[in-house]
């Protein structure tokens, strides 16, 4: 089945430095990847939605000079936290569109960011 | 705006014995309804969906949801619970007329399965 990649699992980061997330599709073409944050005990919130070859579109509230998120192939979206801060410390999952009749969402297992 | 609420922060039932974790939704058009399942530090798996037809929806694990449009609701249920069910399960939706947008997700219900 569909699997999506993403790495790291988990990294640990000094205050002021940027940390890149990467995001694959590893066996289907993904033209829509969606990035999500997640706080301790609570639920999923949408950050941005990152379309193939185009700018993403970030939710209200969510910094996109802060979370740079890139979307250069049909496999591969990438989301930076430049100059990241304790409170950037989150669980942050992607998700890839599979389109087609029966359309599917699929999960990276997520990254656990951790800054210092 | 689509919405949903899933009440209950954490259900708690002994093995053996039913479970419901309950989910109610909001969308302006037709819902497309998930139920995901995440294990402590883990991403989220699948267990089922709701599109169109049968208003239960059997999924993985032995799992199953059913669609209720009058109350707006696609409870999650399974007839015997097991203690490796204890999970953090997820509602989602989306607006089924509004192709490539993103779930929106409940909060969350921690189910804590006692041997």
């Known amino acids: 089945g569909a699997v999506v990649s993403q790495h790291p699992s988990w990294v640990i980061c000094k205050s002021g430095t940027s940390v890149k997330i990467e995001c694959r599709s590893l066996d289907f073409q993904a033209t829509t990847m969606f990035w999500y944050r997640q706080f301790p005990k609570q639920s999923l919130m949408l950050m941005a939605t990152s379309n193939e070859g185009s700018k993403a579109t970030y939710e209200q509230g969510v910094e996109k000079d802060k979370f740079l998120i890139n979307h250069a192939s049909l496999t591969l979206s990438t989301l930076t936290v430049t100059s990241a801060h304790p409170e950037d410390s989150s669980f942050y999952i992607c998700?890839?569109?599979?389109?087609?009749?029966?359309?599917?969402?699929?999960f990276g297992s997520g990254t656990q960011l951790s800054v210092l | 705006a689509q919405s949903v609420a899933q009440p209950e922060d954490q259900v708690n039932v002994a093995e053996g014995n039913p479970l419901t974790v309950k989910c109610t939704y909001s969308?302006?058009?037709?819902?497309?309804l998930f139920w995901y399942v995440q294990y402590p530090n883990r991403g989220l798996q699948f267990l089922l969906k709701y599109i169109t037809g049968d208003n239960l929806v059997k999924g993985s694990y032995g799992f199953e949801a059913e669609f209720n449009k009058s109350q707006t609701s696609f409870h999650l249920k399974k007839p015997s619970a097991l203690v490796s069910d204890s999970a953090l399960y997820f509602c989602a939706v989306r607006d089924l007329n509004q192709a490539g947008t993103a779930l929106i997700f409940g909060k969350g219900t921690t189910l804590s399965v006692s041997s």
């Open positions: 969308v302006s058009g037709n819902p497309y």
């Open positions: 998700s890839a569109r599979l389109q087609g009749l029966n359309e599917k969402l699929f």
